[in-house]
Structure formats: structure tokens, C-alpha cells
């Protein structure tokens, strides 16, 4: 008797719980509120399988505990109620799968207006690329890596020279614009993570990883790491700030390209020629 | 329809049944330390793993104490903190589950419940003990090395695990390698044991399709195992190379703290597939093993037999086969070739039905039996919740889109923990408190087994559940303290030190199991040969704890499945598997 | 992961194959009653089938050996090397080892312990030689300026080559054994070659075939003869 109510108060519990939790996802920033919707299709799916088969075991402890004289019924098996379960449960996989696989597909076809933004990753700070006027970035090569370079922008490739390069600072994104996030890292696995934006994506040394959004709420976001990258790991923040198109522009004047950026450096360079 | 021989069969004379090359043991030091008897092994591997497991509960303890109370352990720093979490993933997952499963569970179970003497491989299956031992030391060695124990997470990513300023770049990650290695060579000896056991030392009448579900779930799993755990092999001996002798087999090029490395052109993602190719089935390999005991716990202490025994074993195999080609699932931020997704996602969630279907059976086996709440019985209810829980989350994160958000956050702490974690532990007491009756002739205390599994039931159920909830808000995992995230609200914190006490008291309550076993081992009610009534041939030896060889003079004979409970007409409410049909009259 | 991926298809379909002839369809409850005779745990079938379950896990070791090559293969700074004539020797080698516990195995079943003991002999020398071969190769290329860290492919090279070479090894601490045994068995007795020692060099053999076949797949992998293959597994993926 006693564990039958306690089996049941762990479903009552649950769901209780699940109701009036202040903890919850964060207000949505970006168009991926479509995953917040097959999130709610599989909560409903899930959770209506977790009460009913908790509850069904908490009433079958209930009424079939032992009691004196008490033998248990005898039957091997019930095909016809295990393929109804089975096709039961296969439809409700299904019901949780397509609307992901759909989802799944916007989210890895990026739409052909969007513009492109580079996130650098290195123990343990952000480092961000925008294009310049020509709307393209430039090759980089992890070789190329300097004090002065910090990003292993191809000096020789023309369309890195007018690429904006902001280090230890924000990222601003124009608002309703998609943009295409190319990530890149330069020592170890990390990952870009907005919570409001819900995409995300690990950035592998070696390669450029991707995924893309287009934000729908301006603000300013904060920037986890979401990928162990040693000791630093809890601390490497960024931050994103969602602006329209006007303020948006206003801060890409005031931001530096890579030409400007290594301008001084080569005046160094000759005067000490 | 195959010839079943009605009536009893002439028993072999016992100089033909007794196998000449039984091993014997001579001395106290080959009988109880160098023993080559399955049930020494297995008791030596379940002392091993489950003293190891108290080492990994110390270490979550302090991880807990630093992340409900920032600051309180002074000694724990990141560097620490990463330690810990590396060292406790490692240990619970591979050191203390499967060893306590295949090699403890495997061992003891295989033999006695398939009516067979021995192993076949008796010195080999030594070995495994063995060297599975020196595994664990050098393992434990990671700790007293300069740099102290590996912290690149149990997963190990590279490059991460083996840069400079990673902990334990020094020594631990080399320690923790070549442990790894050395387990693989240990399990693999003890799994060919397993798996000829099963195919050649069956009982006469044992057919597979009368096998309990104990021994399919460790068959299918020590089969899953002694194909992926190759993986880790090659992955744990590369990374070592890169690590000793700077090849580029994972290491890219790259610059750390501002200082190019010699490495190039590795491929981080080649590490990730064959550690998952590995590691997927690890969580499988882990789950068999409890899948088949909860099914022959709830069967005995319900006395009724498992519904549905052939899905039940359908569905073992589908898993199996299926475990096989999920891996990437766990990759879908990892930047791999973006149509992967469907078929992963489609794989991953496949599997949720044969899964599914275990879950039904077992509450329909509850379904009109005869309900006995004994300990075993209740680890086994505690079992079907949280395994619900977790594994319904898991369709969360197998969803390839659902993941994006939820990956790498404490949800997934959550359901990993809940699924593989909790779930096959609490089968694993379940287990210990039905067989140990049959290991040493004694019964554990019923009021303190009890206590033990309200605890731990009602207190890890309390640590995973709201869990989930901080990952939810997009709290990443491996964060040693979550206070200074801008999203996080400072309720949070409370909840955080409730998940912590909680996880202290359920610690706590480990230590009143292991009171349990000690005190029961001298002070537990007599048990007799059969105190649960049950049906398996472990439970019908002629001595108890088992003598050596287990049978005495003759071998067991198999007349009937092992569900033989409630029968309509039989006078006892079980038939064990070796009771002989009654001669049909007329 | 194509060629892993393939072979785990390959155990699937033998599983199957098997376990279709388990009569998993049975209904277990309804036959009471002995079913069929007992397997013998001490035959010589039991050997066979722990030495099988052996090769299969070192057959997944390889396949996933062969996964990683293909797959670091891809990758742009990988420069394909020249690899050591020495090669085609140590190949031949092995192959004769082969034959040389065919003979074995051929000598021992129709009871001849003369030629038993030198095909024995024969095998191991030329395993011996084998592996010597095979240090030659990692001299010739260390040489020729390739250390393991210097390039993917020499990496690799040396990882295959001593990991089939630790396989070698460990067969050749067995073969000794059989050797032993099969030296001190007095040739006076009836039937000459005791049943034990017939397994023992049936199990060699068979390992040494293994040995052999696989060695075959990483010389063809290292010759860069199987390149178009991998391209096609690489394709069926991506």
C-alpha cells in the first residue's frame, strides 16, 4: 500500500514539479522557436508515457501485492496486445521524429541571403570576423597566427583586407537578418552557445563548423562555452548584442578591418628598417 | 516442432560428466586469491568494482559539495574540479558498472544458472581478474602521480586531454590510457569466457530459448562489448602516441597559449566516432545486463513468469544490433557532415521501441501477479522509474534538433545519470540483495535493506529530476560553479545545494549497504538453498554457497523454461528448470 | 567509419544467420521435457569457437584500424609514402609460415611426428624471420627520415605493423608451446600425436591464417592498392 502511494507522489511530484518550475528555458531570441515546439511535442509525449506507466505500476503494486493465498495469474504472452503497444509506441516516436527531422532540416540549410560572421575560439576568450564592404572573408591559415594577427588572416588574399576583426569585445548582429556563423577554433574544442539563440554548434581545430540563425529579439545576449576546454571553461564568456539595422551600422563604422588593423604594425616593422 | 523427450532421461554415469580437466584447487592461496573457480572470480571482481565505486562516490561527493556551495571545499579549484568529474565518469562507467555486471554478475551467474561446472577457459578467466585488478591500480596511481589524475573529462576530446595546461596533462591522461588498455586486455579474456560458457557449457535440456534473461542480457552485452570495446583500444593507443611521441593521428595544428604546436592535420572528429563507436554501445553493455535481472527479479519476487519472453529476448537482440549504428548521435554539435542527423536521429529514436517494449513487459509481468515487496522487488520498481525517466528523456537528446540546445548542459547530466546511472546501480542492490542469500547462505538484513532503498531510490530520483531543469535554462555542464552566469537566477543556487545534500545523504545511506553486508555475513537469518522459491538453477545446487565443480556428482538436467511460476494446476507456485515432468498416466 | 561499419554488418549477418538456427521462434512454456543433447564443454569444438570469438574481436580491432587510415587518409596533409621493398619478403614469409602449419596440421592428423616437428620448426623460424623483416622495414624507413611523428602515413605505418606484429608475437609464445609438447611427446607412443597436441597445432594454424589475412588487407592498405575502395566506402557515406 505504502509503495504504491509513494510511486504514485513520484509521478504527482513530477509533473507538479514540471508545472511550477521557475526554472525554464530562456525567452527565445532567434527563429528557432522550432525547437522549442518539438521540445513541447516530445514533453507531452514523454511525460503522458512516464505518468501512465508509473501509475499503472503503482495501481498493479497496489492490487496484486501479496496476501495470504493469493497466486498470480499465468499467461506467457499476449501478441496482440504487444503489437498494439509496439505500433502504440511506434506512432509516438514517430509523432516526436518528423517534426524534428523537418526542424533538422532548416536548421542545416542555410538560407541564401544570409550574411556570414566568423567566431574564433582560443583558450579561453572569443575572437569575431565580419565581412568587410565586399561581403566576403578572407582564407586564413592557422599558420599565420601572430601577435598581430591574431585570427591567421591571409595577408596576400585581397578579401581579408577590409574583414572587421573585433577582439575582447561584444559581436553585434542586425536584427531579422539571417546570418551564417562560420566557427573556427585555435587550440581545442569549444562552442559558441547563446541560450537564447538555442542553435549552437562545436567549433574543431582543423576544420570551420557552422550553423546559422536569424535573430528575432534585440538585446543583449551573454555567450557560454559549452564544450570542455580545460580550466578555464566556466569562464570564457562572450556576449552578442542584437541591434537593428541603423545601430547596427553605426557600430560597424566605428570597428577596425585587418588593412587598418596591421597598418601600424608595418609602419613599425619599416621604421625599424 | 523439435523431438521433446517425455519423462527423465538415464543420468550419466559421473565419470563421463565429470569434466577430467576441472581444475582443483590445492592451497588456501589457489583456492581463495589465485582461484581459477568462477564464483571466487566473481566475488574478487565485485569486492574490486564495488570498492573502486566508493571511490567514485567520494569523488562525486566533493564535485556535489563545490557545486552547492561554491568556494566551501577550499582545496577545489577548476583544475581539481575537472579531476574529479574525469575520474568518477571514468570509474562509475567502465571500472565499477561493466566490471561489476560481466565480471561479477557474468561470472557468478553464467555457470550456476546454465547448470555447467565451470567456465571453459578457467586460467584465462583468472587472468581477466587479474589483470582488470592492475587496471584499477594503475588507475588509482593516476591520483599520487606529479600533475595528479587525468581532468579532461571522461570523454577525453582531443586535442584538450593531452595540451599543456590541461590537469593531468603530466602523467594522469598517460596513467588513465594505459589502464584502459590493460582493462580492455582483462575483459576481453574474461568476455571469450562469457560467450563459449554460454554457446558450449550449457546444461543438457538448457536450450537458448530457456536461458533466463539474466544470461541473454550478459550474452548480448559481453558480445557488444567484445566488439566496441576494440575501439577504445585503438583509440586510447593513438592518443597515447600522440601524446608520447608526438604523432598527428587527433592533434590538428594549433596554437596554444600563443605558442605553435608541432602537431598537424589531425582529425579531433576521428577520435570523437571511435570513441562513441566504443561508447555507445558502453551504455547498452551496461543496460543488457540490468535489462535481463530486472526481468527474472520482477518475474521471481512477482511469481508470475515474464510476459512476453520471446520479445523479451527479440528485443534484447534488436538493441544490441541497433547499438551499433546510434554512436554519431551523441556527435550532432560536433560539425559532422550534416546529413548524419537524419539517420542518427532516425536510428536513435528506432531504438526507443524494442526498448519500450522491455518496459511494458515488466509492468505487465506486475499485471495480476502475486506481488511480494520484498528488497530485490523494490530495487527492481525503483529500477522501472527512473529507467522511464531516463531513457524518455533520452528522446530528448536523440532527436537530432531537440539536442542542439540540450547538448552539453546539466540535462544531459541528468539523463545520463538517471539512465546509466541510477538505474543499472539500483539493479545492481537488487541483484546483491537476492543473490547473496545464495553466496553465502545467509539472508541480508530486510529492515536495514529497506532503509537503504528508500534513500537511495527517493534521494537520487530527488538529485536527477530537477536537474534536468537547470539544463533546461542552458546551463552548460562542466561548469565547476554556475553563480556568474547572466541567465541563471539566483534560485538556482538554492537548488543546486538541495541536489547537493540530497546526493550526501543518498552517499550516506551507501554506508548503511555495506554495514548490511558485513554484519549479515555472520549475523543474517540462514537463508536455505532456495529462500526466494525460485525457478533457476542457481537456486537448486546441492550445497549452498556452492560447493566447487556446483553440481556434485551429476549435472543438471533442463526440463523447462525458467518462468515456470503460478503454473494452473502444479501444487507449488514454481517448477525449477530441473524438476522433471510429471509421467503422463494413460 | 565505412570499413568498421561493414564489418560489424558482417558479425549482424552471421548473428542472424546463427541465431535463425536457435529456434527463437519456440514457445519455451509450452515444451516441458528434455530438448536435445548437451554440449560437450571439453571438446575440441569448444577451443575452436574461444579461438574464433578471439579473432572476431581482433577482426574488429583491425576493421577499426583500417576506419581510422581511411579516415586521417582523407585529411590534406596526409603525403602517401614509399614503402620499403623489404615488405614483399616479409610478406612471403608470412604466407610460408602459413604453409608450414598447413603441413603441421596435415602431419599431425595422420599421425607423422617427424614431419609434425619440423613443419613446427619451419613456422616459427619463418615467423621469427617475419617480424625481423618487419623491424627492417621500420629501420630502412626510419632512415630514410621517416620517425613516427613526421608523417600521418609513417604513423600509421608503424602502428599497424606493431600491432599485427604484437598479435604475431602472442601466437608465437603458443607455438612454442605446441612446439614443446610436441618435441617431448615419445615417439614410441599409440596413437602417436596425443589428441590434445593435434588441437593445439589446429588452433595455431588457424591463428596464423588469420595472421596471414590480415596482414594481406594492411600490406594491399599500405601499398595504396585498396585507395579506389576506401574512396567508394568514403562515398557510400557522404
Known sequence: MGVAIVLALVVIGSVVFHFLSPWWWTPIASNWGYIDDTMIITFWITGAVFTAVVLFMAYCVFRFRHREGRRAAYEPENKRLEWWLAIGTGIGVAAMLAPGLVVWHRFVTVPKDATVAEIVGQQWQWAYRLPGADGHIGATDIALVTADNPLGIDPKDPRGQDDIVIQGDQLHLQLGKPVKLLLRSLDVVHDFYVPEFRAKMDMIPGTVTYYWLTPTRAGTFEALCSELCSTGHTFMRGGVVVEPESQYRDWLQQQKTFAQLQSPARTQAKNQE | ?586 | MGVALIFIVIVAAFSGWWLSRQRLTAKPWLEVGVIGDAPEPASPMTAKLGLGTFLVVASSLFALLVSAYAMRMSVADWRALRMPTVLWFSTGLLILASIALHMAVIAARSDEPGPLRSSLLAAGVCSLAFLSTQALAWRELANSGHFTASNPASAFFYLVTAIHGAHVLGGLAALCRTSVKAFATPKNLVPTIPRELTLSVELCAIYWHFLLLVWLVLFSLLMRWTDDFIEICRGLLT
Open chain 2, 1 to 586: 516442432m523439435v523431438d521433446v523427450m517425455h519423462g527423465v532421461p538415464e543420468p550419466r554415469p559421473a565419470a563421463e560428466t565429470e569434466d577430467v580437466e576441472l581444475y582443483h584447487p590445492h592451497s588456501w592461496i589457489t583456492k581463495y586469491v589465485f582461484s581459477q573457480d568462477a564464483k571466487v572470480i566473481a566475488i574478487q571482481y565485485s569486492l574490486t568494482a564495488l570498492a573502486i565505486g566508493l571511490v567514485a562516490l567520494v569523488l562525486s561527493w566533493l564535485m556535489r559539495l563545490q557545486l552547492g556551495f561554491p568556494g566551501l571545499v577550499s582545496f577545489i579549484d577548476p583544475e581539481r574540479y575537472y579531476q574529479l568529474i574525469t575520474m568518477h565518469g571514468m570509474i562509475m562507467v567502465i571500472y565499477l558498472l561493466t566490471a561489476l555486471f560481466l565480471g561479477g554478475f557474468g561470472n557468478y551467474l553464467i555457470p550456476l544458472m546454465l547448470g555447467a561446472r565451470d567456465m571453459v577457459f578457467p586460467y584465462v578467466n583468472m587472468l581477466s581478474y587479474w589483470i582488470y585488478l592492475l587496471a584499477v591500480l594503475v588507475l588509482v596511481s593516476g591520483f599520487l602521480v606529479p600533475g595528479g589524475a587525468a581532468g579532461a573529462g571522461w570523454t577525453l576530446y582531443p586535442p584538450q586531454a593531452i595540451l599543456a595546461n590541461t590537469p593531468g596533462q603530466q602523467w594522469g591522461i598517460i596513467v588513465l590510457l594505459v589502464s584502459l588498455i590493460l582493462f580492455i586486455i582483462g575483459f576481453t579474456m574474461g568476455g571469450l569466457n562469457y560467450v563459449v560458457t554460454v554457446l558450449q557449457g550449457r546444461a543438457r535440456g538448457m536450450t537458448l530459448m530457456r536461458m533466463p534473461l539474466t544470461i541473454w542480457g550478459i550474452f548480448t552485452a559481453t558480445v557488444m562489448a567484445l566488439l566496441a570495446f576494440p575501439a577504445l583500444f585503438v583509440a586510447a593507443v593513438m592518443m597515447l602516441l600522440d601524446r608520447l611521441l608526438g604523432t598527428s593521428f587527433f592533434m590538428p595544428a594549433i596554437i596554444a597559449m600563443g605558442e605553435p604546436l608541432a602537431y598537424k592535420g589531425g582529425s579531433p572528429i576521428l577520435f570523437q566516432h571511435l570513441f562513441w563507436f566504443f561508447g555507445h554501445p558502453e551504455v547498452y553493455i551496461v543496460a543488457l545486463p540490468a535489462f535481463g535481472i530486472v526481468s527474472d527479479l520482477i518475474s521471481t519476487h512477482a511469481r508470475k513468469n515474464i510476459f512476453g519472453y520471446r520479445m523479451m529476448v527479440w528485443a534484447l537482440i534488436a538493441i544490441g544490433a541497433l547499438s551499433f549504428v546510434v554512436w554519431a548521435h551523441h556527435m550532432y554539435v560536433s560539425g559532422m557532415y550534416p546529413a548524419f542527423g537524419f539517420f542518427f536521429a532516425t536510428t536513435t529514436l528506432i531504438i526507443a521501441i524494442p526498448t519500450a517494449i522491455k518496459v511494458y513487459n515488466w509492468v505487465l509481468t506486475l499485471w495480476q501477479g502475486d506481488i511480494h515487496l520484498t528488497v530485490p522487488m523494490l530495487f527492481a520498481l525503483g529500477f522501472i522509474v527512473t529507467f522511464v525517466n531516463g531513457g524518455l528523456t533520452g528522446l530528448f537528446l536523440g532527436n537530432v534538433v531537440v539536442d542542439v540546445p540540450l547538448s552539453d548542459t546539466m540535462f544531459v547530466v541528468a539523463h545520463f545519470h538517471m539512465v546509466m546511472g541510477v538505474a543499472p546501480i539500483l539493479v545492481i542492490f537488487g541483484a546483491i540483495y537476492h543473490w547473496y542469500p545464495k553466496v553465502t547462505g545467509r539472508m541480508l538484513h530486510d529492515g536495514l535493506g529497506k532503509l537503504h532503498f528508500w534513500v537511495t531510490f527517493l534521494g537520487a530520483y530527488a538529485i536527477f529530476f530537477p536537474m534536468h531543469y537547470i539544463g533546461l535554462m542552458g546551463v552548460p555542464r562542466r561548469y565547476h560553479e554556475i553563480g556568474g552566469i547572466a541567465l541563471v537566477p539566483p534560485s538556482a543556487a538554492t537548488l543546486n545545494e538541495f541536489i547537493t545534500v540530497a546526493a550526501l545523504i543518498v552517499g550516506t545511506a551507501q554506508l548503511v549497504f555495506l554495514f548490511n553486508l558485513v554484519w549479515s555475513l555472520g549475523h543474517g537469518q540462514p537463508a536455505g538453498g532456495n529462500p526466494w522459491r525460485a525457478t533457476t538453477l542457481e537456486w537448486q545446487t546441492p550445497h549452498t554457497p556452492p560447493a566447487h565443480g556446483n553440481w556434485g556428482e551429476t549435472l543438471p538436467v533442463v526440463y523447462r523454461w525458467p518462468y515456470d511460476y503460478s503454473v494452473p494446476g502444479a501444487a507449488e507456485d514454481f517448477l525449477p528448470q530441473n524438476q522433471p515432468p510429471v509421467p503422463r498416466t494413460g
